[in-house]
């Protein structure tokens, strides 16, 4: 596979209609805002998405989700301890193999890195290895202040069986929802980083057809299908290694409407690929 020779940067902008695009666990789960009042999706809830998105695709990773687990393996110490014995002894005595090793088996940790930290049992020795990744996304930000909504809700059939055979009382909770908005994130990929890691022009690509198809298979009570989509991806592949521009200015060139209209100030040898 031809490593990534050419930095990238990215804007991913998706509508979320009536869905509640990140919960805060601290504010009742709530949709996420700033002290602002924009919406936020967190960079650690649009990873796990991506990550998602790659076990769809029929990629290996290490992050798995507890709904997603397809190894059988209960924590990420199991499942890296299962991997390190399936080295060789020589290997797994090198933090630097078992890294290539890790990063060539896992597509997750070859794109954003991974902190392998783990504590000594009685089975195994314990392990401190870091891998920086190439890939890095920011929190997405809602373009205007979102309305959120909140409805009650009644669950009136029994959880469990009553002492008088009869149904018990009605509970309540409640549900919250964004109600319309848009929301944008942005990122980048270093071929510095790539060089360390093994990450590749085709894992561009994955990652790419991952960005654009985020949201397929996240329906959720919390997240109707078809109540998030993605409007615009817009990928920048520039023609060296440390980029025509600064990251920050490429960002900064792509304008998002509050309709989801998008629009890219043009950046001289720079072209935009633009994808729905």
Same mark, same amino acid.
């Given at each position: ?16 209609? $009536? ?7 601290? *504010?009742?789960?709530?949709? /996420?805002?700033?002290?602002? *009042? ?9 990873? +796990? ?8 695709? *029929? ?8 709904? $997603? ?8 110490? @199991? +499942? ?7 080295? $060789?002894?020589?290997? %797994? ?15 997750? #940790? ?12 009685? @089975? ?8 920086? *990744? ?57 071929? %510095? ?18 960005? /654009? ?9 919390? +997240? ?19 980029? +025509?521009?600064s990251s920050a200015k490429v960002h900064s060139s792509v304008k998002v409407g509050?309709?989801?209209? #998008? ?14």
């Amino acid at each position: 596979m031809k490593m990534l020779q050419n930095k990238i940067d990215f804007a991913l902008v998706f509508e979320v209609k $009536n869905a509640n695009p990140n919960g805060d666990p601290l *504010g009742g789960n709530r949709p /996420r805002t700033t002290s602002d *009042g924009l919406g936020e999706v967190s960079d650690v809830c649009l990873k +796990r998405k991506i990550r998602n998105r790659f076990q769809a695709m *029929g990629h290996e990773i290490f992050v798995q989700s507890d709904e $997603n687990n397809v190894d059988g393996m209960k924590s990420l110490s @199991e +499942r890296f301890y299962d991997f390190l014995a399936k080295l $060789n002894k020589e290997d %797994q005595k090198s933090k630097d193999i078992v890294a290539a090793k890790a990063c060539e088996k896992w597509l997750d #940790v070859r794109s954003f890195g991974q902190v392998f930290a783990f504590k000594r049992n009685k @089975e195994n020795p314990e392990v401190s290895i870091g891998v920086r *990744g190439p890939v890095t996304i920011q929190s997405a930000f809602s373009v205007e202040p979102v309305i959120i909504e909140s409805i009650q809700i009644t669950k009136s059939v029994n959880s469990e069986s009553t002492d008088d055979g009869k149904k018990s009382s009605d509970t309540m909770g409640m549900k919250h929802r964004v109600s319309k908005a848009v929301y944008v994130t942005y990122g980048s990929i270093s071929p %510095q980083l790539a060089e360390k890691t093994g990450f590749s022009d085709s894992d561009a690509a994955i990652l790419k057809e991952a960005l /654009r198809t985020i949201f397929e298979g996240d329906e959720s009570s919390a +997240r109707p299908s078809g109540s998030m989509q993605v409007l615009k991806l817009v990928w920048f592949t520039h023609d060296s290694k440390y980029g +025509r521009y600064s990251s920050a200015k490429v960002h900064s060139s792509v304008k998002v409407g509050k309709d989801g209209t #998008v629009t890219v100030e043009t950046l001289e040898g720079l072209e935009p690929e633009i994808l729905d």
